[in-house]
């Protein structure tokens, strides 16, 4: 049976993420095949969902069936929706996460959900409507069954760098990892286009500046060093050498840097 | 083979939680399923352990098997024991959680264990008694061969609202979730039962007030507004439009108000 | 099929876990067995790692497979290593966590690895080296295909007590687990071999003492005392009865004792 898999901000306290899997296997019996994703998304932030999710669901199988229970609640401007994208399913809310995460608007096959939840509660569709849905796909039921087609997924606008004069591509940090470690959005793909092989300097606030790329965090010897490298997502990161963003802290800690705060590569001539 | 649930405050930094399923694996098999409700229940909080495991344990399907690793050390005030309620299983300590989240003392079959540690360590129930007795019931095992009848479940008062001149529902607030919104021991049931059609009022402390219920925590839009909802478990709970917890706050921390605090329904003649 | 074990320092928030599992289902197909040791093993610590996986892997069925993703990249001086040991297999990096774990330098068997990355990434060894190799021995492969054979493991000294006059066992704090309580470096079995029958003390730091061992927490009975037993790793601990490492604090914050703080066992005549 196909995996389902769940990326959550419920976190792992609560009753929330066990019931949603109760749920599962009271539908799909004992030999359902569930993966938690995270739960630990901070709570309606679907661009932090997005990246975790982006980087985690391309690893699995095909025909996984991934359930994202982020921001779910089912309103007027939050349809619900189940997706077949390079064949792997995503069931949530149209809320952009899908989109931003597949960079896509374009499904192989969209539908907007027309489950019914069973219960006198509309705050918990990610069990109630979602697991539905999941269910039905994993016993291999067409998506046409569960909703009715629609063309294109909710557009949000990532936060995408510009690229200026081909000098410079200004970016911005959209997460701060377990590691307290600085991911921005600026890519080694785009990095390698405009940069070609020409030598660079990496810009942070406060006038910090790197000027070269490590190929690992280990390279670099020397504790409490900042370091830049492209991470196992392909995405710039900044670091500390050996920092663990808790004693120690992280980058974001000790280099006083945020999310959303600028990043940008200059390339010399 | 039937699923074996595992509720504890052990935390997921040690080694308890891996140790016990291993425990499982070794005694049934690769086939084992395991599922984790939460790890992350407060030291000893049998009400919190209560609140989580009353809230997932239905989903599961029937014949599921819960071991309750809280405040789990044999003594004399504390016995081993296994209950059938509801053809759910549930193993653990008679420190009154059972009888809490089933609101039952009488159990369809109740036992004390009578099995015997292999180790030299008696700090370990959940591995060395609990596993057993669990693996024992997953193979068909009857409840008769690990234990011996007793009668009742320890009866922990639970600490239920209050209703007075047909006109207070006096609550508390009992659990503080991942959202930092504040869950009280009034149900929708006891609200219906009471208020019938009337129009109320919630009294918080600090002589905060709501005077509606929502539907979901969405149809509030107005960033840092408090509101009142009977929640997925049907508990009355006071949130905070968007917030998070964590750095946002949540309704806990934005309004200074802990477990314990009295919550009042007044209701209008 | 074999289980798979994950003990790393990747937290629960990242992609990371998620994707080494997603590649291990793409390995294996869904009837892969993934069991999560710990991801919060603190960045960086390979004593803390070594501690929780050493009291959880025995525990699992022989012929368990263990990735042990922690301070994992590959470099000069921290080779890939697989070794199979007491009938369990270990992966990682030859960082001395292994031969902590296991006691051991010499294994069974023990390999180099020489599994090429697909990738254009050098900071994901367990997702792009490890995987293949647990994925290749869950299949029933041989370790002489994955790496050419070493003869032992990288040894690193653990911190082992010492013993004076036949009146002293003089260790430290070694790890602070989830409930706030110290564990030190002191075994029963050193307790016994040393100790006999003898009366003793056991000397704190800001001398606190205790004189007396706990067979379990609970027959303390006064909140907030402190105490001591070897707990079900074997390993002496102190321990504030009841504490709970947050809102009351634990024995570490409460008695202020941190990691390699000293503790001794002073026996009397």
Do not use: W
């Amino acid at each position: 049976m196909p995996i389902i898999t769940l990326t959550t901000d419920f976190g792992t306290k609560d009753y929330f993420a066990a019931a949603v899997k109760g749920a599962i296997y009271s539908d799909l019996g004992e030999n359902a095949n569930i993966v938690d994703i995270s739960h630990s998304i901070q709570p309606f932030h679907i661009n932090q969902g997005a990246y975790v999710l982006k980087n985690a669901y391309p690893y699995f199988p095909t025909g996984t069936i991934h359930i994202i229970g982020i921001d779910s609640e089912l309103d007027d401007s939050n349809a619900h929706i189940a997706a077949q994208i390079r064949g792997h399913y995503f069931i949530g809310a149209d809320n952009g996460i899908i989109s931003i995460l597949t960079n896509e608007v374009k499904a192989d096959k969209l539908v907007q959900l027309n489950i019914n939840s069973d219960t006198d509660c509309d705050t918990f569709s990610t069990k109630d409507i979602f697991v539905k849905a999941a269910s039905h796909l994993a016993r291999g039921g067409t998506m046409e069954v569960i909703g009715k087609p629609i063309t294109e997924l909710k557009e949000v606008k990532g936060l995408n760098p510009t690229v200026t004069d081909n000098k410079y591509i200004k970016g911005s940090v959209i997460y701060i990892d377990h590691f307290g470690n600085l991911v921005t959005n600026i890519t080694k793909k785009q990095y390698r286009e405009v940069g070609k092989t020409r030598d660079f300097e990496i810009l942070l606030p406060r006038n910090y500046r790197i000027n070269k790329l490590n190929r690992t965090y280990n390279e670099t010897k020397k504790e409490g060093e900042k370091l830049a490298l492209f991470n196992s997502a392909g995405h710039l990161e900044i670091a500390i050498y050996k920092s663990d963003g808790y004693n120690i802290g992280g980058a974001a800690s000790l280099l006083g840097i945020k999310v959303q705060d600028p990043i940008t590569i200059e390339f010399k001539p």
